[in-house]
């Protein structure tokens, strides 16, 4: 013992030494210690001690006090052989608590022992960058990244963080969020660092010298997408590690981006090998087949020829035989393509005035079968929309670049046409009539005074001679009926006839319509569109008799003219820069008013104009505003004067019509099928919702119970219904 006790008394010695060479501060990369005045080493002895003792020593020898969460039980076994400066002895106080499942928060500046569980919403610790602490503590540290989608390493880092402890990405500022212990934090680091590399190299222009970068880009794209991924036989390639291969016409090159220099050197090996020249170009000798994927073959056959016949005569090979040649067959096809277009008009006219029994734009074909354009070096297939050049390899490079600058997708026009007719009109009629008779007792001889005003029915004379036929032929067919409205009469009997003697007539009406139309209309850019919806009503226009020596008349007939009535819109439209549209319109809104002996009287209301309005955004085209005040009265001279008792005397009548009518137009550009499909989709669903809201009321003695509805597209939400019209003020 005395042994032990001398040799306790070396070791305070040496530890009194120790305490006097070590620094208060932690050394580089190590876990902060909490700020203490503890200086001193000491020597760890503790064995299945409780969890509560050994923090209230490490505590003292910190002096710092350290809370112990009460679900934190549990005993500790910390031994050291000598002593140790007191960053050690924090230390593996923290790596025994991490062992029971325990570690410490410094939070405000005070230290809690917790579970593991809950130190991730204790943990006031935030580091950002790069960690540099150590240790069994647990901390918060942010990774910014550079390169890679933090979604995508949560899938990767998450087995490798603690299961109390979190990660979470945020996608808008490209960070990482991980919440574990300060080792493990170092280590994830590294990973992180090594993932967050650049998905690609940097550009690489390839220039090309014998072949054509527009006809060399798909093939190299499709071998270079599959093509496996490097060192991982079998795998997907990934969105991130595909291969970009695109043509830049101007300088024939093909611009490349790779995942890894490795994949470049391999692409640009292959465009080496493709790149070579062919000899009397190729099997075909100089002719070459162009598929056209969105312009038209036939209408890009005669650019391409006027192009070429003015870059022959331009460099002075005009008088060649060739070049005539070339000069006059694009004469010709011009000349063809404006009479084709003529008599496109000259139906289209027909259509509208066709004499048979449909009109000819029924019968007409949408579009009629173009015959193959030939003639020079350009020749054009409608059938499967290609160009067939004969050409020496220069030309046709030449022509090539033209043609892919060309053939490009046209953007679309949906345009959205709104006609609103609000009309409202009020009549109002006031008047009284009498008639009289002054006579003797046998009615031989009398005086009769009255008036009347209006006709028909509205007139006192009428109304009594009607009635007075009617008692002495014993006939009602030819009895007159009164006006609309309140009649007030007296009536006489006269030998034996009854006839009126006053009438009081009182009226007022009102009518009103309000219309809303709304055709629509999808057409290419640059083309014109029509729509018509109504009636094909036939006109007389002219009428044959052949009166012959007989009884009467013989093949008699008539020559009849249709006309389309009803609504009608055509528009031209042409996209321009910066999202304006540049509209031709033509729309009609006409009907049949009344059927005369002359033949019928039809209304009509017309709008032709240019305008320019930007994408997406609404216009007024034109419309009318009109009110009317019709005032008119039928007096007696100087009796109907008279206060009071004039109106004995006069018949009044008055009436107003307003008619608002208003055309809206909005333009939509659709650029892609995406926005094509958006728009289809919505339509669609509108007119679903309004069947399915339009179904007949359930009903057990007539068994339809089911109106037809337009079937539900997949992958589409359920119609709702459809949303009410309101038309403007």
Do not use: C
């Amino acid at each position: 013992m005395a042994m032990l006790h001398h040799s306790s008394l070396r070791h305070g010695a040496l530890a009194l030494a120790l305490a006097l060479a070590w620094p208060a501060q932690a050394a580089d990369g190590d876990l902060p210690m909490p700020s203490t005045r503890a200086k001193a080493p000491v020597t760890l002895n503790f064995v299945n001690a409780e969890i509560e003792m050994v923090s209230r020593a490490i505590g003292t020898m910190l002096d710092r006090q350290i809370l112990v969460d009460p679900r934190v039980k549990g005993s500790l076994t910390i031994t050291s052989d000598k002593a140790l400066p007191p960053q050690e002895a924090w230390r593996s106080y923290l790596a025994a608590l991490r062992g029971l499942g325990f570690t410490v928060v410094e939070n405000a500046g005070l230290l809690k022992v917790v579970p593991e569980a809950e130190a991730k919403l204790q943990a006031g610790t935030v580091s950002i960058g790069a960690p540099s602490a150590r240790g069994d503590q647990i901390l918060t540290q942010i990774f910014r990244l550079n390169h890679e989608n933090p979604n995508s390493l949560v899938a990767i880092l998450r087995p490798l963080i603690s299961a109390n402890n979190t990660i979470n990405a945020n996608a808008g500022n490209g960070t990482l969020v991980i919440t574990d212990y300060a080792d493990n934090l170092q280590r994830l680091a590294k990973i992180i660092a090594a993932l967050d590399q650049p998905a690609a190299s940097e550009v690489e222009v390839v220039t090309l010298k014998h072949a054509l970068a527009s006809e060399l880009q798909p093939l190299v794209q499709k071998l270079s997408e599959s093509s496996p991924t490097p060192g991982v036989p079998g795998a997907a390639q990934s969105q991130a590690s595909a291969t970009s291969v695109m043509a830049e016409p101007r300088s024939n090159s093909l611009i490349l981006r790779a995942a890894n220099p490795a994949r470049l050197a391999t692409v640009k090996a292959l465009i080496e090998k493709l790149d070579r020249p062919i000899a009397d170009g190729g099997p075909a000798g100089q002719i070459r087949v162009v598929y056209l994927k969105n312009a038209d073959a036939t209408k890009l056959a005669e650019v391409l020829r006027a192009v070429l016949a003015s870059a022959t005569s331009g460099a002075g090979a005009g008088s060649s035989g060739s070049s005539s040649s070339l000069t006059g067959l694009d004469g010709g096809s011009r000349a063809s393509s404006i009479a084709g277009t003529g008599s496109s008009t000259s139906a289209s006219s027909s259509g509208v005035s066709g004499t048979g029994g449909a009109s000819a734009a029924a019968t007409t074909p949408v579009a009629a079968s173009a015959r193959p354009s030939t003639g020079g070096q350009i020749q054009a297939d409608p059938a499967t929309n290609s160009l067939i050049i004969s050409a020496p390899e220069p030309v046709y490079r030449q022509l090539r670049q033209v043609i892919d600058q060309l053939d490009t997708r046209r953007a679309q026009i949906f345009v959205e046409s709104m006609i609103v007719k609000v009309d409202a009109s009020k009549t109002a009629d006031f008047g009284i009539q009498w008639q009289g008779l002054l006579s003797n007792s046998a009615n031989t001889r009398g005086i009769v005074a009255g008036t009347n005003f209006g006709t028909g029915g509205n007139n006192i004379i009428n109304l009594s001679l009607g009635g007075a036929t009617a008692a002495t032929s014993g006939s009602t067919t030819s009895v007159t009926v009164p006006g609309q409205g309140l009649n007030i009469g007296f009536i006489n009997k006269l030998n034996g006839v009854y006839t009126l003697g006053t009438l009081a007539r009182f009226l007022e009406t009102q009518a009103g319509a309000n219309i809303l139309s709304t055709p629509t209309l999808l057409a290419l850019d640059n083309e014109e569109a029509k729509i018509v919806v109504g009636q094909n009503v036939p006109f007389i226009t002219g009428s044959f008799t052949n009166t012959g020596t007989g009884s009467g008349a013989t093949n008699p007939f008539q020559t009849i003219e249709r006309k389309d009535v009803g609504l009608t819109l055509r528009v031209k439209s042409q996209v321009g820069e910066g999202g304006t549209v540049r509209m031709t319109i033509y729309q009609e809104n006409s009907s049949v008013n009344s059927n005369t002996t002359s033949g019928l009287i039809t209304d009509k209301s017309a709008v032709e104009t240019t305008v320019v309005v930007d994408d997406g955004q609404m216009m007024v085209l034109g419309g009318l505003m009109k009110d009317e005040f019709t005032d008119s009265d039928g007096r007696v001279p100087g009796l109907a004067s008279m206060p009071i008792l004039g109106n004995l005397f006069r018949n009044d009548s008055r009436t107003r019509v307003k008619s608002n009518l208003m055309i809206f137009l909005r333009p939509v550009v659709v650029r892609d099928q995406t926005s094509s499909d958006r728009i289809a989709l919505d339509r669609y669903e509108v007119i679903r919702a309004t069947q399915r809201n339009n179904q007949p009321e359930p009903s057990i003695l007539t068994p339809i119970n089911e109106a037809p509805v337009l079937p539900e597209l997949p992958g589409t939400r359920p119609a709702q219904p459809a949303p009410a019209t309101t038309a403007p003020n």
